[in-house]
């Protein structure tokens, strides 16, 4: 049951009251202690009269429905707040069914409970409460009893397989509606109702269609009185359906089931289809040859050993699934047909079908690779070009360069090759290229030589020294070249995985 309450108020003009002022002038003529506990009265007065000034108000409930509904009508009702003063009021208003509330709202004309709200079966006594304002009391309304009845409902079933062979699966589904309301809670499925012996078959929860679904399997050929029973709840009556006549004919048709598979050996990730083929007995029940010109019905289970894989429904006598998701290893898969009401269950044998690891092809032979063929650098300068390494099955260990020219380098970093050289520059000591301490060792051995053998080595040490000074190793300075210029041809080296490539480069040398 549904609500429709609402709020109207009424306005009046407003009425304002003033005081003569004596107070005022009797504090002019009053010693000030006087004054003082005059004005402590005239506010004790004033807070207390403060206090009671607020108006009478009153909230009249009027429900527009009839007293007795059922269970799913609406209620209509209004309620209508009245100041004592005349003047506007605000707050609020809430209703109350018994001691529970249920809506709350804002005082302005129109105000409405949202739609949905529904009272169970049994007697309600609403009440409207106003929450008062600032100048304005809070006021409760008189009370309306409504009487709300249980809602009657009807009941009907049905069949998914009529006829139907001995040993046939069946769902029986029951629809149950209510006048006003949604019915909820159970339905008993009974079969034999028109014999006098209904046997309960099961039972099953309506749901938010107000629909129970119950599947079986007859076991018995003959006419089976079908009924339907909906028990009812707190809000809604009981019903019961018509009979439905199933009718069970016969045996059910032996089928086989084949399974077959588009590949026995696959590798991890590759798809395996698996089909399954359902096909009925020739010497099917009379019952059965209804359906023998459409094949089987139901649906196929396919399995690798406990393992479910999934379900498909039969169509044209077939079934096909399809995964890619098998693991590595050997796999023993069947599939099982379900029958249905005209065909019994089959099982077909096992298939197996190997998943082996995915190799990944053997990587190819290393390849170094260099951004340049020929690098052009000024003596003193330096000169860099993208270096890689690709294929083979480890990462570089290791880069390394040959055939330099003297005071150069090579360095390797973030895949770049660089070569350093050096420029020109002075020793930086007046020390003779030569050995300056043999030629001191050689003085030393003047001393011990006999003075009439000293003349002549010392000729021969003066000529010694003369050719030194003619090859830039005497007493002055000297000069370092450093890189020389030229054209020289550089190789650069990488191990990967034990594996040696090389790629040469050309290196050119200016003054």
Same mark, same amino acid.
């Given at each position: 049951m549904g609500s429709s309450l609402g709020i109207a108020r009424e306005f009046y003009p407003l009425?304002?009251?003033?005081?003569?002022?004596?107070?005022?002038?009797?504090?002019?003529?009053?010693?000030m202690r006087e004054r003082i506990y005059k004005v402590a009265a005239l506010l004790l007065v004033s807070s207390s009269a403060g206090a009671a000034t607020k108006a009478a108000s009153t909230v009249t409930l009027a429900v527009k429905t009839p007293s007795a509904l059922i269970y799913g009508?609406?209620?209509?009702?209004?309620?209508?707040?009245?100041?004592?003063?005349? $003047?506007?009021? !605000?707050?609020?208003?809430?209703?109350?069914? %018994? @001691?529970?509330?249920f809506c709350v709202l804002t005082l302005a004309n129109g105000s409405s409970c949202p739609e949905g709200t529904v009272f169970s079966a049994g007697t309600?006594?609403?009440a409207a409460v106003y929450s008062g304002d600032g100048t304005h009391a809070r006021a409760t309304s008189n009370e309306v009893t409504v009487a709300v009845a249980k809602d009657t409902t009807t009941? $009907?079933?049905? !069949?998914?397989?009529?006829?139907?062979?001995? %040993? @046939?699966?069946?769902?029986?589904t029951a629809q149950v509606a209510g006048a006003h309301g949604r019915p909820t809670g159970m339905v008993r499925f009974l079969d034999g109702a028109e014999t006098g012996r209904a046997r309960e078959m099961g039972e099953a929860p309506l749901d938010a269609n107000g629909q129970a679904a119950l599947a079986a399997v007859m076991l018995t050929a003959g006419d089976h009185a079908i009924t339907a029973v909906y028990a009812g709840d707190g809000n809604s009556e009981g019903s019961s359906s018509t009979v439905l006549h199933e009718t069970v004919t016969g045996l059910l048709a032996a089928t086989t089931t084949v399974l077959g598979v588009n590949a026995g050996a696959v590798s991890a990730g590759q798809s395996v289809v698996l089909t399954a083929k359902v096909e009925m007995a020739a010497n099917a029940a009379a019952g059965s040859q209804a359906i023998a010109s459409t094949g089987p019905g139901g649906t196929v289970g396919f399995s690798d050993g406990k393992t479910v894989l999934g379900s498909v429904r039969v169509s044209d006598g077939v079934a096909a699934w399809s995964m890619s998701t098998l693991g590595v290893g050997s796999h023993s898969l069947v599939a099982a047909y379900q029958g249905d009401a005209w065909t019994a269950a089959s099982l077909s044998a096992p298939v197996n079908v190997e998943v082996t690891q995915v190799v990944a092809p053997p990587a190819g032979p290393p390849v170094l690779t260099l951004g340049a063929g020929t690098v052009t650098v000024a003596a003193g300068d330096w000169v860099q070009m993208p270096v890689a390494v690709s294929g083979g099955s480890a990462k570089t260990v290791g880069l390394s360069c040959s055939g330099l020219p003297a005071e150069a380098a090579c360095s390797f970093d973030a895949g770049m090759l660089k070569i350093t050289t050096s420029a020109p520059r002075d020793c930086g000591s007046l020390v003779p290229y030569g050995d300056a301490s043999a030629k001191g060792a050689v003085?030393?051995?003047?001393?011990?030589?006999?003075?009439?053998?000293?003349?002549?080595?010392?000729?021969?040490?003066?000529?010694?020294?003369?050719?030194?000074?003619?090859?830039?190793?005497?007493?002055?300075?000297?000069t370092d070249l450093g890189t020389r210029p030229g054209t020289y041809t550089v190789t650069v080296s990488g191990s990967v995985g034990g594996a040696v490539v090389s790629q040469k480069v050309k290196l050119v040398v200016t003054p």
């Open positions: 009425r304002l009251f003033f005081g003569t002022g004596r107070a005022d002038k009797e504090l002019v003529m009053m010693t009508q609406e209620i209509d009702g209004v309620a209508q707040v009245t100041a004592g003063d005349g $003047a506007q009021v !605000s707050g609020t208003v809430t209703f109350y069914d %018994g @001691g529970a509330s309600h006594a609403f009941a $009907a079933v049905a !069949s998914s397989a009529n006829p139907m062979a001995v %040993g @046939g699966g069946v769902v029986y003085l030393l051995m003047l001393l011990f030589v006999p003075r009439r053998k000293m003349a002549r080595l010392l000729g021969i040490l003066c000529a010694v020294l003369a050719m030194g000074a003619m090859t830039g190793c005497g007493t002055g300075g000297c």
